[in-house]
């Protein structure tokens, strides 16, 4: 595992099994509170327990926050830039050298996540939780859709999604837009936003986070 810099100086945490001649490689992208431990560990658990190489980007390179400050990020995000952001995911696309890559992203990342099906950058992309339309709050001149760049997704693309029936952030008419899209949902109907990634978190859902990597870790390399 190490921290690296993507050509644009961006931040990311890369991960890489010993043996050569990699087959799938898998981007990662974090939520609101970007690139830390969490993701650290996730990347090194992904490469070490599928032999992949794996690697996580820093979403908000460049800017600092006050410590554990959540709405200073929610902030910025009108100012954030689709084009900076996918070109970062699909840097270290190409920067994993593998036959295939997917790109998996988290709250604020899944809806990155979803965006990044537009780039054809990716074989499989898993989005976990991500808006399907973006917040009203969040929009600026350089927020595209996600459901936009799902519909320009190359057929080489497949876009699988992991939505919690009492996810505010996902109503049910966006559940069907990503249906109609013809993404695979995985629906866990007691499940809230965020119940996966974060152990700590009190919408922590073991079994259904566990069912859900069963069903997306097959999805990825399918």
């Avoid at 700590?200 to 999805?219: E, G």
Wanted: with cysteine; aromatic share 8%; proline share 9%.
């Amino acid at each position: 595992m190490a921290r690296i810099t993507l050509p644009s100086g961006t931040p990311a945490e890369l991960a890489q099994p010993s043996h050569d001649g990699l087959m799938f490689g898998l981007v990662v992208v974090p939520d609101i509170n970007g690139l830390r431990p969490l993701f650290d560990d996730l990347v090194t658990r992904l490469s070490a327990e599928h032999g992949w190489s794996v690697i996580a980007v820093e979403p908000f390179p460049g800017r600092s926050f006050p410590e554990g400050d959540v709405e200073a990020r929610f902030r910025v995000l009108p100012e954030m830039d689709d084009d900076r952001l996918l070109g970062d995911l699909a840097a270290a696309a190409r920067l994993l050298h593998t036959a295939q890559v997917g790109c998996i992203g988290f709250c604020m990342g899944g809806m990155y996540a979803l965006k990044a099906a537009g780039t054809g950058a990716f074989h499989r992309i898993c989005s976990f939780y991500g808006m399907v339309r973006v917040p009203e709050d969040w929009r600026g001149p350089g927020q595209g859709e996600p459901l936009d760049q799902v519909s320009r997704a190359p057929a080489t693309t497949k876009v699988m999604a992991v939505v919690g029936g009492r996810d505010s952030f996902i109503p049910p008419e966006d559940v069907t837009a990503l249906q109609d899209a013809g993404v695979d949902v995985a629906f866990y109907p007691e499940a809230e936003h965020g119940f996966l990634h974060d152990p700590t978190r009190p919408t922590h859902r073991p079994d259904d986070a566990a069912d859900a990597w069963s069903r997306v870790i097959p999805f990825l390399t399918s």
